[in-house]
């Protein structure tokens, strides 16, 4: 079995309904397992109810410690540490040399450098990782560690396990709900993907996204499809949009409309298209279906190729 | 009274750049000066809707150790010190990955040959302007580069405690929004009556409470019929400062980049309102 296709659902800017468009691009589309990379807020799992069936813990980045009874004051570690994490005692208030976990970056640095030995490095908060059934198949999802770093990390988890679950269950697609923004955890999820979709909105704010986004999937060289949703907003944005995206050779996969009743099927813990036959279930619809014919495209040109390595 | 007031979401989209755009706005009046600060380096909007003049920009610089191949023997002192797996030693040689790099300089110290030194390598930019008395600060991370919170860092410590500063925070509640809303005094939640909304806000509320930073919610797009969000709010004791409804009309200012405040007058003055009550909260909230 051959790695499986990913398609990362991404948007920059938050809040354009990348989310809601996953869930109903999940429900028409069979062959795959789903992967909730956005792990610092994941909702993926308020439409699916899923049941899970593993469920794995995810280590927290470690953070310094200073044992006060070997710590000599000597003033090494607040020396070497580049992040201000290490905290010096006040003159006269006979405290010692502590860390700011929250500023610590977890280098370990000045473990290394502490003379007496009395800085050892500490397992940080943890988060969770799960793999889940639900009624739209495979889900594998996550949950951060309250202020918990490195999602990064934790997106190449989630992403490594649905990759697996794909091959065991013999799906031949994963589709990921990406983070929003352009940093780390969407880095993480975005490399090595095979087709991403932006998901945007015709505003001033979303052009500017757009643009940061298209960039980035540009960068790493993943084949990028756009969706402009909310396009009754401003019929003048998304004119502008449509002619940057034909110049750019970017095949616009579908315009969905502005409607409450995407927000009215979400209070319902269903996605747009179980809930109603309305207008936008019909976009959402068509936008998912042209997804699926990009990613069965692009999946016979990666067999008829050689897969790319990891 | 001086204060640091962070709007911030959980979830992206909620309209956290309209609430800190459109109080900043609503306070110019109020103010000799104040500040506003775009620490969403990553999708950075607070100028798309407060317009500032830019001034200029500033780069954002990350210290990338170098190796001199000549000194290098491949001892491994480097990669055994690395805690990010930045380092690797191929035949006798050290390499070094400038995206896993967290700058510690532990490489440097470690390294007996004295054979790695540093260089500055750009990584984003802050950019400085302002509108009327607001002075405005932003953020921006180059794309391809995956580290905010060095950016967020560079930003806050530009910033000018002399006045009153609105803090425009990433979505998310990973490092760059704990690098955001750290040393802040209170924060605005926004956030919207749908399942996602509420889910986000309460992932929010735990990271603000873990720090100890006082907080109060705007509820956004209100369609009046959600009462979760109050159910919520009273639960965990947290006050509602506000409500902006629903309407098409608001969502199609936006789209053109046009601030609430400039969309009816009466939001100049329910934005001083809220910065009232965001007052009397912090002088009801015990110091830190
Ligand atoms: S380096 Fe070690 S001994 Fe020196 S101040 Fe730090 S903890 Fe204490
Ligand atoms: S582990 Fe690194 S960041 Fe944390 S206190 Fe030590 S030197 Fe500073
Ligand atoms: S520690 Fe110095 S000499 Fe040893 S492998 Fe690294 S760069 Fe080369
Ligand atoms: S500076 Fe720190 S993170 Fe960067 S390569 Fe050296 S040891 Fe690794």
């Given at each position: 079995?051959?790695?499986?296709?990913?398609?990362?659902?991404?948007?920059g800017?938050?809040?354009?309904?990348?989310?809601?468009?996953?869930?109903?691009?999940?429900?028409?589309?069979?062959?795959?397992?789903?992967?909730?990379?956005?792990?610092?807020?994941?909702?993926?799992?308020?439409?699916?109810?899923?049941?899970?069936?593993?469920?794995?813990?995810?280590?927290?980045?470690?953070?310094?410690?200073?044992?006060?009874?070997?710590?000599?004051?000597?003033?090494?570690?607040?020396?070497?540490?580049?992040?201000?994490?290490?905290?010096?005692?006040?003159?006269?208030?006979?405290?010692?040399?502590?860390?700011?976990?929250?500023?610590?970056?977890?280098?370990?640095?000045?473990?290394?450098?502490?003379?007496?030995?009395?800085?050892?490095?500490?397992?940080?908060?943890?988060?969770?990782?799960?793999?889940?059934?639900?009624?739209?198949?495979?889900?594998?999802?996550?949950?951060?560690?309250?202020?918990?770093?490195?999602?990064?990390?934790?997106?190449?988890?989630?992403?490594?396990?649905?990759?697996?679950?794909?091959?065991?269950?013999?799906?031949?697609?994963?589709?990921?709900?990406?983070?929003?923004g352009i940093g780390c955890?969407?880095i993480?999820?975005?490399?090595?993907?095979?087709?991403?979709?932006?998901?945007?909105?015709?505003?001033?704010s979303?052009?500017h996204d757009?643009e940061r986004v298209?960039e980035l999937?540009?960068h790493?060289?993943?084949?990028?499809?756009?969706?402009?949703?909310?396009?009754?907003?401003?019929?003048?944005?998304?004119?502008?949009?449509?002619?940057?995206?034909?110049?750019?050779?970017?095949?616009?996969?579908?315009?969905?409309?502005?409607?409450?009743?995407?927000?009215?099927?979400?209070?319902?813990?269903?996605?747009?298209?179980?809930?109603?036959?309305?207008?936008?279930?019909?976009?959402?619809?068509?936008?998912?279906?042209?997804?699926?014919?990009?990613?069965?495209?692009?999946?016979?040109?990666?067999?008829?190729?050689?897969?790319?390595?990891? | 009274?001086?204060?640091?007031?962070?709007?911030?979401?959980?979830?992206?989209?909620?309209?956290?750049?309209?609430?800190?755009?459109?109080?900043?706005?609503?306070?110019?009046?109020?103010?000799?000066?104040?500040q506003f600060m775009d620490c969403d380096v990553e999708e950075p909007n607070g100028a798309v809707?407060l317009q500032p003049a830019i001034d200029g920009d500033v780069p954002v610089a990350l210290k990338t150790?170098?190796?001199?191949?000549?000194?290098?023997?491949?001892?491994?002192?480097?990669?055994?010190?690395?805690?990010?797996?930045?380092?690797?030693?191929?035949?006798?040689?050290?390499?070094?990955?400038d995206n896993?790099?967290?700058s510690?300089?532990?490489?440097?110290?470690?390294?007996?040959?004295?054979?790695?030194?540093?260089a500055d390598r750009v990584i984003g930019r802050i950019e400085f302007g302002h509108?009327?008395?607001?002075e405005f600060l932003s953020g921006v991370l180059n794309v391809s580069e995956a580290m905010a919170t060095p950016i967020i860092r560079a930003l806050k410590a530009k910033g000018n405690?002399?006045?009153?500063?609105?803090i425009d925070a990433p979505?998310?509640?990973?490092?760059p929004?704990?690098a955001t809303?750290?040393?802040?005094?209170?924060?605005?939640?926004?956030?919207?009556?749908?399942?996602?909304?509420?889910?986000?806000?309460?992932?929010?509320?735990?990271?603000?409470?873990?720090?100890?930073?006082?907080?109060?919610?705007?509820?956004?797009?209100?369609?009046?019929?959600?009462?979760?969000?109050?159910?919520?709010?009273?639960?965990?004791?947290?006050?509602?400062?506000?409500?902006?409804?629903?309407?098409?009309?608001?969502?199609?200012?936006?789209?053109?980049?046009?601030?609430?405040?400039?969309?009816?007058?009466?939001?100049?003055?329910?934005?001083?309102?809220?910065?009232?009550?965001?007052?009397?909260?912090?002088?009801?909230?015990?110091?830190?």
């Open positions: 079995m051959p790695k499986p296709f990913e398609i990362v659902v991404i948007s800017k938050g809040g354009t309904g990348k989310t809601v468009f996953t869930s109903c691009l999940a429900s028409i589309f069979q062959d795959k397992v789903v992967a909730d990379c956005d792990v610092d807020a994941p909702d993926l799992h308020l439409l699916f109810t899923p049941l899970v069936k593993r469920q794995e813990v995810f280590p927290g980045t470690p953070h310094a410690s200073i044992d006060p009874d070997k710590c000599t004051s000597c003033d090494r570690c607040f020396q070497v540490c580049r992040f201000g994490a290490v905290v010096p005692p006040e003159s006269g208030t006979g405290t010692i040399y502590r860390i700011d976990d929250l500023a610590c970056e977890g280098c370990a640095v000045c473990e290394w450098t502490c003379p007496a030995g009395a800085i050892s490095m500490v397992a940080g908060p943890s988060g969770k990782w799960f793999v889940s059934d639900t009624r739209f198949g495979t889900l594998v999802h996550a949950k951060l560690g309250v202020a918990q770093e490195n999602s990064g990390k934790l997106v190449t988890v989630v992403r490594e396990e649905a990759r697996k679950a794909a091959i065991e269950k013999g799906c031949r697609f994963v589709v990921i709900d990406g983070p929003p955890p969407v993480a999820s975005v490399a090595g993907a095979d087709l991403a979709v932006a998901v945007t909105e015709p505003t001033l979303g052009v757009l298209l999937t540009s790493f060289g993943v084949k990028t499809g756009v969706i402009i949703n909310k396009f009754d907003l401003n019929g003048e944005i998304v004119l502008k949009m449509e002619q940057f995206l034909e110049s750019a050779g970017i095949p616009l996969l579908g315009k969905i409309r502005f409607d409450t009743t995407v927000n009215r099927a979400i209070g319902e813990g269903r996605t747009v298209i179980e809930y109603s036959e309305s207008e936008v279930a019909r976009e959402m619809t068509l936008a998912a279906e042209e997804t699926i014919a990009l990613a069965n495209q692009g999946l016979d040109v990666k067999a008829s190729t050689e897969s790319r390595g990891d | 009274m001086i204060s640091k007031i962070v709007v911030a979401s959980g979830k992206g989209g909620t309209g956290k750049t309209t609430v800190a755009v459109a109080l900043a706005l609503a306070l110019r009046d109020e103010m000799d000066r104040l809707l150790p170098k190796v001199d191949p000549s000194r290098c023997t491949g001892c491994e002192k480097c990669r055994e010190v690395c805690a990010f797996n930045a380092i690797a030693v191929v035949n006798k040689q050290a390499m070094v990955f896993l790099c967290h510690c300089g532990g490489c440097i110290l470690a390294c007996p040959e004295d054979a790695i030194s540093e509108r009327d008395n607001i405690d002399e006045m009153l500063t609105i979505p998310g509640t990973a490092c929004v704990i809303v750290k040393d802040c005094d209170y924060c605005i939640l926004v956030t919207e009556p749908t399942p996602f909304g509420i889910y986000d806000l309460d992932l929010m509320f735990q990271v603000v409470s873990e720090l100890g930073i006082p907080a109060g919610i705007v509820v956004n797009k209100d369609d009046g019929a959600n009462l979760d969000i109050d159910a919520y709010a009273g639960d965990n004791n947290i006050p509602i400062l506000m409500r902006i409804p629903l309407k098409l009309e608001i969502a199609v200012h936006y789209s053109k980049g046009v601030p609430l405040t400039q969309v009816d007058e009466h939001w100049d003055a329910e934005f001083r309102n809220l910065y009232g009550k965001v007052r009397s909260e912090l002088c009801q909230s015990p110091s830190r």
